[in-house]
């Protein structure tokens, strides 16, 4: 049995993290990717244009409604024939839910995770994200605060690259920028107007991770800066989007402390009981079915969240029947992600002689405004949006044929201005992960179940969400808007927003949390979780950035552990 000093189990954000930090500490590292390798730059399609491809890239449709029918839903336009091998096939990946609660779990198993796959949307939690749960009464209440994650904020986003603008909204705290991609025309004039209209709101840039002044150290791992070309979703060769492929992985790689097996679906982590410590992760091998064992003293699971919550639960033995780092019998449990259904879109007059630069990955972002100072609402918590602006009848969006289509398609037709909602989705222990007591999969693990569904609270959320997108865009002088303030809410099913979180969180008391405030189990000592599951709540914003922050917090934490012999 080969023998590391830490195994990381999962390469996507936070386990790319994990391997970087625990590297660069000293620790001879190994990473564990149930999926095949994929190479940075080598394994992209991001310099054919969609005409150069077959049927313009287009997936063939009975293939899509074969193998991709939830992957393909929810990653919408982005997933095409090029980079189809970003996602599962959901054929090939299947889990159960009950009848009356889907649940859309997007993944993406190869090097890199969904790191390849993101949007890069890239916001701190604020002071008010970590005291909700104790002041509202909805779970449990976070063992640490704002002041805490700070500086490993600091830290990740230096080494990240995340291109924004310092705004000192106290509730959305600002990141260490790079410079921001620049507002529209029509986004800096809706900006004026709504903050003269709206008291307490803001309409900022889009923070992004994304490299606009690449430092010496981002350079030095063979990144460089965004060409603004919009061809993220095929992956970026030039490294210019951030993600574990490009920077964490090769960080922990230079180090020459850093191995990579991937097709290692892990069984479960071996423990010893005698000792209460992880002695091993159990894995199959994905392509052989040959069952491997690694043996380390220091384990992170990052395997994503509810895959991080079934690898606890296979993990039985006699002093944790019901899985591994279970007393409290929370592993699997408060299942959340983020909420959308309330938004809007209308056209804006005018401005038809000014056309933009490039194709921006990011647009506007205008941060929580509810139940924030005088601001108080019904339900609990709040919502952000991301949006912006275009000219639409472009690249061929008019229909046609011959002389006259080609003519229409080379004029921008009018702007369009959107708003799309994210909205907190409270704690529910009542929204759960377990295994299937009769399916397995084609290794002969239990399929995960998974039970969740949006409450009232996120209901009326949206519907709040919906009439102040229109108001906005109303005050804006917005005409044609899609979505009046009293138009039927199709509030999102749960995890189509694909920020799944909570499945082993942090929490003060052991009988309530699974995790301490350096995200170590309580009952593991040498077990460590920092991917989403590690989460106590999900605030709106989107949650990549604390995943990393986390990381890098926990992996410091467990290396002067691990060199006091104290785990």
């Not at 921001?180 to 307490?200: A, M, R, W």
């Amino acid at each position: 049995m080969t023998e590391y000093d830490a195994i990381v189990v999962g390469s996507g954000i936070s386990g790319g993290w994990s391997a970087k930090e625990l590297a660069e500490k000293g620790l001879n590292v190994l990473v564990l990717e149930r999926g095949p390798k994929l190479e940075h730059a080598k394994d992209y399609d991001d310099f054919k244009a969609p005409w150069q491809r077959p049927n313009f890239d287009w997936i063939n449709q009975d293939e899509l409604q074969k193998d991709y029918p939830i992957q393909s839903r929810h990653a919408g336009y982005a997933m095409h024939e090029s980079n189809k091998h970003f996602w599962v096939k959901d054929s090939e990946h299947p889990y159960s839910t009950p009848k009356d609660k889907p649940y859309a779990w997007v993944r993406g198993y190869h090097t890199g995770g969904r790191s390849l796959m993101w949007w890069r949307q890239s916001y701190r939690l604020g002071p008010q994200d970590f005291t909700a749960n104790l002041e509202d009464g909805h779970g449990v209440d976070w063992p640490i605060r704002y002041e805490d994650l700070a500086p490993w904020y600091d830290y990740v986003e230096t080494f990240a690259g995340i291109a924004g603008t310092q705004e000192n909204i106290p509730h959305l705290p600002d990141s260490v920028f790079q410079p921001p991609f620049d507002l529209t025309c029509v986004e800096k004039d809706f900006k004026k107007k709504v903050e003269q209209h709206f008291k307490g709101r803001k309409v900022i840039p889009a923070r992004v991770a994304h490299l606009t002044k690449p430092t010496k150290e981002q350079m030095s791992l063979g990144r460089g800066q965004c060409q603004v070309r919009n061809r993220c979703a095929k992956g970026c060769s030039f490294g210019a989007y951030f993600s574990s492929l490009s920077a964490t992985l090769p960080a922990a790689m230079r180090t020459g402390r850093c191995t990579v097996v991937h097709n290692a679906i892990v069984h479960s982590l071996d423990y010893d009981e005698l000792n209460n410590r992880i002695q091993g992760v159990k894995v199959i091998d994905a392509n052989t079915n040959e069952v491997k064992r690694y043996k380390a003293r220091l384990v992170f699971l990052n395997a994503s969240t509810i895959a991080t919550a079934m690898i606890l639960l296979q993990s039985k033995s006699k002093r944790f029947p019901n899985g591994l780092a279970n007393d409290s019998g929370h592993v699997g449990h408060n299942l959340m992600d983020h909420v959308s259904g309330g938004h809007a879109t209308g056209d804006i007059a005018g401005y038809t002689n000014i056309y933009y630069h490039g194709r921006r990955p990011s647009g506007i972002y205008v941060p929580r405004f509810t139940n924030i100072g005088n601001d108080q609402r019904e339900f609990k918590r709040g919502f952000g949006y991301q949006g912006g602006s275009h000219r639409v009848g472009w690249s061929g969006e008019r229909a046609g044929v011959g002389e006259a289509f080609k003519l229409a398609n080379q004029k921008p037709g009018t702007w369009r201005m959107h708003l799309y909602s994210f909205g907190e989705v409270l704690p529910d222990y009542n929204n759960h992960v377990s295994l299937h007591k009769t399916k397995k999969d084609k290794w002969g693990l239990p399929l995960a179940h998974i039970s969740a569904k949006m409450g009232k609270n996120e209901e009326l959320m949206m519907q709040a969400a919906q009439q102040e997108a229109y108001a906005m865009l109303k005050s804006f002088g917005a005409i044609n808007i899609n979505r009046g303030p009293d138009a039927p809410i199709n509030v999102s099913t749960p995890g189509d927003r694909i920020h799944e979180m909570g499945t082993a969180r942090m929490g003060r008391d052991p009988k309530t949390s699974v995790l301490n405030k350096w995200s170590q189990a309580h009952d593991v000592p040498n077990l460590f979780i920092t991917d989403g599951a590690a989460m106590t709540s999900g605030g709106c914003q989107n949650p990549s950035l604390t995943y990393m922050a986390l990381s890098a917090r926990a992996a410091d934490y467990a290396v002067k552990q691990f060199k006091a012999n104290k785990i």
